[in-house]
């Protein structure tokens, strides 16, 4: 194991499939400068190693960035998208959804679109309303997109891996919050398979359901309860489509209540069709109604006593906790 931020993990994913296969490649604005792409880094020196073919500069454009990877993709090449902020991915939507995801269909299976998009979500602090936003549940209803949302510098880089070597289009959402993050790495290839849930605590009284940057938040919580003698199983899903439900359906049915939580706007959001979905499917299990949590339904504030009012923090998880396991 080899202990890495984030974006490092993720870089060197990307760096590890460009060495693999010579027709990876990755595309985005200011991906060759100082700061690779964004403050974090995520690009830095690769532009030395393979050069500007492989690693391209764009203009300030995302539907040009999506149009020409969609393109790309489906000449062959595994183009990864850098988009930056998902704020920025709705200039590129209709490329991404009216496109990207339905090709394959359209096309009977006879083109297919092997396509990353990285999409940075999560409020940072004093980002405001243009550069906050978790919209992973705009493109987890959009038949066609597989979407995943990493929590650890492993699961970012071994997601990553599995998502260039996919052959359908992949959001792939990264917490901006998480970037500067570490954790250890394993020193082996490291993939991760998607679709398949990360159980990284057990237990039998709670179950406590999250991805991102949110299912950290939710370790927290649970080992604060812990202190109290409550036993919270945590589950970060790690890919919101496909999603794990066997994992989420064996530990309600341990433990008999449901606990999602999200940072996205908590109206329409994915969280509730966690809840719902396990409702339908595990309701002789449960000993009271699923809850979940989000944020509310406003644009984040730029003024940090408003942001903070907004924020999905871990006292507002735990006590939305103690009130399912009051019930």
Known sequence: MTEMTFADAVREGLAEEMRRDPLVWALGEDLSTAHGGTSANQYTGLIDEFGPKRI??????ENTIMGAAVGAAVAGTRPVADLRMADFGMC????????????????????????????????????????????????????????????TPADGRGLLKSAIRADDPVVFMEHKDLWVATGDVPDDEGVVPIGVAKTVRTGNDLTLVSWSKMARLCEEVAETLAGDGVSVEVIDLRSLWPWDTAAVYASVRKTGRLLVAQEAVQTGGFAAEVATDVTEHCFDALKTHVRRIGAPRMPVPYAEPMENEYRVT????????????AA
């Open 92 to 151: 590129a939507v209709d490329e991404l959804v009216n496109q990207a995801a339905k090709i394959r269909y359209m096309f009977g299976g006879q083109a297919r679109v092997p396509l990353v998009v990285r999409q940075a979500i999560g409020v940072r602090k004093g980002a405001a309303a243009q550069h906050s936003q978790s919209t992973e549940a705009w493109y987890v209803h959009t038949p066609g997109l597989v979407v995943v949302a990493p929590g």
């Open 314 to 325: 871990p006292e507002r998880i735990l006590a939305r906790a103690r009130e399912t396991l």
């Open 56 to 61: 391209v500069n764009t203009p300030i454009s």
